[in-house]
């Protein structure tokens, strides 16, 4: 089993909103301090900068998740840089729709920030320590997970 997903319309029309409320930022920063502009135009620089990263990290991201063979593997690429998850589903202690009330290590591969429609929390050991993995798979394939650690 496996499924793909990319970053949704939403998240980038809210990009294009930070965009707009970082030039404002910027704007007025330099209109405060005219004899200062190179701090307000240095000012919209860092924050375009940030804004950047995070659209680059989450809105351009394609994540695979695949089940197989009793291994879930998930997969994040950026162009060609590939961040990889993977554990034996017999590891899994819980994958539920409600965040766990436990400290852990966490991995956050899910290309929704705003949407909660498709959200798991996935529970397992890893290294002899919990990790939690939010992500953002179907429902078959949170069973298929949940059936694979049953047998």
């Known amino acids: 089993m496996e499924e793909q997903r990319t970053g949704g319309g939403r998240e980038f029309l809210f990009s294009v909103l930070w965009a707009v409320l970082v030039l404002c930022i910027g704007r007025i920063v330099t209109a405060a301090l005219p004899n200062y502009k190179i701090i307000g135009v240095l000012v919209t620089i860092a924050l375009y900068c940030v804004l950047g990263f ?4 989450r809105y351009a991201a394609i994540y695979t998740y695949t089940l197989k063979n009793g291994i879930f593997r998930v ?19 819980s994958v539920s729709k409600t965040r766990p009330n436990i400290r852990a290590e966490r991995y956050n591969m899910r290309t929704a920030v705003f949407s909660k429609k498709n959200i798991r929390y996935i529970v397992f050991e890893k290294n002899g320590q919990d990790t939690l993995l939010v992500c953002d798979i179907s429902r078959e394939m949170a069973e298929g997970i949940r059936g694979k650690k049953e047998l």
Do not use: C, P
């Open 75 to 93: 997969n994040r690429s950026i162009g060609h840089r590939n961040k990889e998850l993977d554990f034996s589903v017999s590891k899994v202690k």
């Open 54 to 57: 995070f659209v680059m990290t």
